[in-house]
C-alpha cells in the first residue's frame, strides 16, 4: 500500500533538513577545530617569549585542602616538597577536623622533610556551602610568604614547577598565575573506560576551550583548580577567599574577580598533573554532568555555543540522515582528522598526556558523549558530588536536604 504523496514529501523535507543542519554543525565544529589549535599556536608563541623563570623569586605559601586519603596523595605532596626553588616555601595543609585519615599521611611527610615548614590546620568552621573554600579561608592567616599557591591536594608537579610559575610575577600587572592539566590514572590499576573518558575529555575537550576563551577574549579571565598562584595584593583587591565560601565554580571565580580588580590572570606553559579515579561509567557521566553544568552557571553564553564545537556526533548524524552519501562520508573523515589533530596538538604535545595515543580510539565516543552532556545539562541545576546533591543558583550552591538523613551535617562537603 502506497503511502500518500504528503507523507513522503514531509519525510524527505526532514531528511533533508537534517543532512543540512547536521552538515553545517559538523563544519562549524571543525572550523572550532582549526581555531583551537590557531589558539594553541598563539599560546606557545607567547609563552616563547615570556621569562620562563623568575631572577630573585618570591617566596611562596602552598595551601592545600585535604579531605580523606587516596591513592597516590603522599606521591603527589611529596613533587611540591622536592622543587628546585631557591626562595622559601611552605606548605599548609588544612582538614576539617584532626581526626580526618589523611592526617597520618600529612604528618609522616613533615617528618619526611623537616628542613620545611609543613603544617597540618584544622578548620572546624563551616563558612558557605563549599567546603573547600571555607577551609583555605580559615587557613590562609597561617601562612606567611608573598605569594600564595592553592591547589587540590591531588596534584603532582615537576621539580621547576614554582620557578616556571612563579616568573610572570616579574611584571607587577599580574595578579594570578593559573595553569593547564592532564589526567593521571592508577599506576598500577588497569585504567577503567570512566576513568580512559575523563582523561581524554581533560586533555582534549578541557585544555581546548582554555585555549580558545584565552585567545577569543584576548587573555585569560578565570582560573583553574589545578594551580592559582595568587599575590596578597591581588587577592586582597579581589575581595579574599571568604566571597568565594559559596560558591561553585571557585578557582574560576578567583580568577575572575582578580581580573576585574586591574590584575592579569596569566596561563602558564607548565602543565601539571590531577589523579582521575578508576570511574565506573555512571561515576564518569556524574562528575561530568557537575562540570558542565558548572561551567554553564558562570559562562553562560560561550556554554551554548559548545553545541557548535562537536563535529563528530553531528559527522555520524549527517552519515544516517543522508544514507551514506559520499559528501557525508567525507565529512566524518574530516571531522575525525580535525578531533584527531586537535588531541595529538593539544593533548598529547602541549599538556603532555602521553595515554592520548592510546585511547584516540575512544574519541568518537567520548564526543558523542559530550554532546549528550551538552544537551542533558540544561535538564536541571543540580549536581552530585561525594554522595551530596546541590542546586545551583546564580553560580551558588544550596544543599538539597537528604530524604533519609535526620539532623544535617556540620561540615559541607568540599567541592573540588
Not at 273 to 285: C, M
Amino acid at each position: 500500500m502506497q503511502k500518500p504523496a504528503g507523507t513522503l514529501d514531509t519525510v524527505q523535507v526532514l531528511a533533508a533538513s537534517t543532512v543540512l543542519l547536521s552538515a553545517l554543525f559538523a563544519v562549524a565544529g571543525i572550523l572550532f577545530c582549526a581555531l583551537a589549535m590557531w589558539s594553541a599556536r598563539a599560546f606557545l608563541r607567547a609563552s616563547r617569549r615570556s621569562p620562563s623563570e623568575h631572577p630573585a623569586p618570591p617566596s611562596i605559601s602552598i595551601l592545600k585542602p585535604v579531605k580523606g586519603i587516596d591513592d597516590g596523595l603522599r606521591a603527589a605532596l611529596r613533587t611540591h616538597c622536592t622543587q628546585d626553588y631557591p626562595a622559601a616555601i611552605e606548605l599548609l595543609f588544612a582538614v576539617h577536623s584532626l581526626e580526618d585519615p589523611a592526617v597520618p599521611t600529612l604528618r609522616a611527610l613533615a617528618a619526611e622533610f623537616p628542613a620545611l615548614r609543613i603544617e597540618v590546620v584544622a578548620t572546624p568552621l563551616v563558612l558557605g556551602t563549599n567546603g573547600k573554600m571555607s577551609n583555605l579561608a580559615q587557613l590562609l592567616p597561617h601562612a606567611r610568604h608573598e605569594l600564595i599557591l592553592i591547589s587540590d591536594a591531588d596534584i603532582a608537579v615537576g621539580p621547576r614547577y614554582l620557578r616556571r610559575i612563579a616568573a610572570p610575577f616579574l611584571e607587577p600587572t599580574t595578579g594570578l598565575v593559573t595553569a593547564l592539566y592532564r589526567g593521571r590514572t592508577h599506576p598500577v590499576e588497569r585504567p577503567t573506560l570512566g576513568s580512559r573518558l575523563e582523561a581524554l575529555s581533560i586533555a582534549t575537550d578541557f585544555a581546548a576551550g582554555v585555549l580558545t576563551a584565552r585567545f577569543t577574549d584576548r587573555g585569560l579571565h578565570f582560573g583553574l583548580g589545578s594551580t592559582l598562584l595568587v599575590s596578597r595584593r591581588a587577592l586582597a583587591a579581589a575581595g579574599g577567599l571568604e566571597v568565594l565560601c559559596s560558591v561553585l565554580a571557585d578557582d574560576h571565580d578567583l580568577g575572575a574577580h582578580v581580573s576585574r580588580a586591574g590584575f592579569r590572570v596569566i596561563l602558564s606553559p607548565e602543565p601539571v598533573s590531577t589523579a582521575v579515579p578508576a570511574y565506573s561509567f555512571r561515576d564518569f557521566w556524574l562528575h561530568q554532568l557537575r562540570w558542565a553544568r558548572t561551567v554553564r552557571a558562570v559562562r553562560a553564553w560561550s556554554y551554548g555555543g559548545l553545541v557548535f564545537t562537536h563535529p563528530v556526533p553531528w559527522a555520524l548524524l549527517c552519515l544516517v540522515a543522508s544514507g551514506g552519501s559520499l559528501f557525508s562520508v567525507l565529512l566524518l573523515v574530516l571531522a575525525l582528522l580535525a578531533r584527531m589533530a586537535v588531541a595529538l596538538l593539544i593533548g598529547y604535545s602541549l599538556v603532555g598526556d602521553r595515554a592520548v595515543l592510546r585511547d584516540l580510539v575512544l574519541l568518537p565516543l567520548r564526543d558523542c558523549l559530550a554532546l549528550a552532556l551538552w544537551a542533558w545539562s540544561f535538564a536541571g541545576n543540580t549536581v552530585e558530588w561525594r554522595g551530596e546533591r546541590f542546586r545551583i543558583e546564580a553560580g551558588k550552591l544550596l544543599r538539597i536536604p537528604s530524604r533519609h538523613a535526620g539532623k544535617q551535617p556540620t561540615a559541607p562537603t568540599a567541592i573540588q
